[in-house]
């Protein structure tokens, strides 16, 4: 009997020494080495830093306040944020499901449900994204009315599922109440406006217009989609009788130097290809097939073989497709050399350069304009978004009367 209360004893105290050791061995919460050293301080430059996309520094910042304070909620669904905008959305997930579960007040559980619309709105997890970023900003308003965070990124949620009337409603909402993100909605609210005067008449348009930098192949579905080019090339040549807007301005040496002898603008060749190598599994494929095939200068194969769709397009490059379009809508074939010799309107656009006979054509037309009004620079070689590539087209069909 002796014996057998002596091995439970050792037994009792061994167990407990495991135990002890354990917890001895496991992670200990840091000590702070300085005032600014606490978990509200990272989390504030972690937040920082994420709107500077900085992500692995925001990263560091939000792993020293977890440290500081395991159950600081915000640093987790800060965390959260990092794994959203770096497409590790599973780990996204985890973190905000700790930062919720260690939500302590009203403050932290509505960052989270913010953090959730975030989720739903990038990571686009289903086919329903948008009614779940919808319940988490019902959840969120109901907490507190006015919580700018909220109807914010609901209105981005909104724009990009291309509902633009509900992310106005929701831009404007954050303006009048005057707290968090006010500069962030009202520049939401003039690109939305330039959306509707861009009036993209298709889905495909529609989603350009939320492209910050247009490529090769968002310029075919533009030209296919949105002018229609295709058709319009079958309808007799347009008799354009507008005047040039700028035409006094360009140069007085203009009209002594157009060429009137076009045989030396190439014809569109009969024998296109029209299939890439590739392109076959390409979204706008059909686009870019019907552009091979309408034979758009600047928008041809590589001598590969290739289109490169995802190549970004500049403006320069975009002046010179629309120079394209104009000769083939207007008859007007002396246009690719009207102004070869002419003086340069742009400190950026030497008149020896490719694209200068180009910029002019659809600047003096009033299609194109300087991108930098103070310095009077056209920027040929700087990328296009696709709403201002959208307003352009709006502004061609203007000038060549295309309904």
């Known amino acids: 009997m002796k014996r057998e209360k002596i091995r439970k004893l050792i037994f009792q105290f061994i167990l407990c020494a495991v135990v002890f050791s354990l917890i001895s061995c496991g992670p200990k919460a840091r000590v702070a080495v300085s005032q600014l050293d606490t978990p509200g301080h990272h989390t504030f430059t972690?937040?920082?830093?994420?709107?500077?996309?900085?992500?692995?520094?925001?990263?560091r910042e939000f792993e020293m306040a977890t440290q500081l304070d395991a159950k600081y909620s915000k640093a987790y669904t800060g965390m959260a944020l990092v794994n959203i905008y770096t497409g590790k959305f599973n780990a996204a997930v985890d973190n905000l499901d700790l930062g919720l579960k260690n939500a302590r007040d009203a403050d932290e559980k509505l960052f989270v449900n913010v953090g959730k619309i975030r989720y739903y709105t990038i990571s686009k997890s289903d086919q329903k994204w948008l009614e779940s970023a919808k319940n988490q900003f019902d959840e969120a308003i109901v907490t507190d009315s006015k919580y700018s965070p909220a109807y914010y990124f609901m209105g981005l949620a909104y724009k990009d599922a291309l509902d633009f009337n509900q992310a106005g409603q929701m831009f404007s909402h954050v303006t009048q109440l005057k707290t968090e993100h006010m500069a962030d909605a009202d520049a939401e609210l003039k690109f939305l406006?330039?959306?509707?005067?861009?009036?993209?008449?298709?889905?495909?348009?529609?989603?350009?217009?939320?492209?910050k930098r247009i490529t090769r192949a968002d310029a075919a579905a533009i030209l296919?989609?949105?002018?229609?080019?295709?058709?319009?090339?079958?309808?007799?040549?347009?008799?354009?009788?507008?005047?040039?807007?700028?035409?006094?301005?360009v140069s007085p040496e203009i009209k002594e130097k157009v060429p009137t002898d076009a045989s030396s603008i190439p014809a569109p060749s009969a024998s296109v290809k029209l299939l890439a190598k590739d392109i076959a599994d390409h979204p706008l494929?059909?686009?870019?097939?019907?552009?091979?095939?309408?034979?758009?200068?600047?928008?041809?194969?590589?001598?590969?073989?290739?289109?490169?769709?995802?190549?970004?397009?500049?403006?320069?490059?975009?002046?010179?497709?629309?120079?394209?379009?104009?000769?083939?809508?207007?008859?007007?074939?002396?246009?690719?050399?009207?102004?070869?010799?002419?003086?340069?309107?742009?400190?950026?656009?030497?008149?020896?350069?490719?694209?200068?006979?180009?910029?002019?054509?659809?600047?003096?037309?009033?299609?194109?304009?300087?991108?930098?009004?103070?310095?009077?620079?056209?920027?040929?070689?700087?990328?296009?978004?696709?709403?201002?590539?959208?307003?352009?087209?709006?502004?061609?069909?203007?000038?060549?009367?295309?309904?």
Request: hydrophobic share 35%; net charge neutral; no cysteine.
């Open 285 to 403: 494929k059909t686009d870019i097939e019907g552009i091979l095939e309408t034979g758009v200068h600047g928008l041809e194969n590589d001598p590969k073989g290739n289109f490169n769709p995802g190549e970004i397009i500049s403006r320069g490059e975009y002046a010179i497709m629309l120079e394209d379009v104009m000769i083939k809508l207007t008859g007007e074939k002396d246009l690719a050399a009207r102004y070869v010799n002419s003086k340069s309107l742009f400190p950026d656009v030497p008149s020896d350069m490719p694209y200068f006979n180009a910029i002019i054509s659809v600047t003096s037309r009033g299609i194109m304009e300087a991108k930098n009004t103070n310095t009077g620079e056209f920027a040929p070689l700087k990328p296009l978004n696709g709403v201002d590539a959208l307003l352009i087209i709006r502004k061609l069909k203007k000038e060549l009367k295309i309904n």
């Open 46 to 59: 972690g937040l920082k830093l994420l709107d500077q996309e900085k992500y692995a520094d925001a990263r």
């Open 224 to 249: 296919m989609e949105e002018l229609k080019i295709k058709e319009l090339y079958k309808k007799p040549e347009l008799k354009v009788d507008t005047p040039l807007k700028t035409a006094e301005k």
């Open 193 to 211: 406006q330039k959306v509707l005067q861009a009036k993209p008449e298709t889905k495909a348009g529609e989603k350009i217009a939320l492209v």
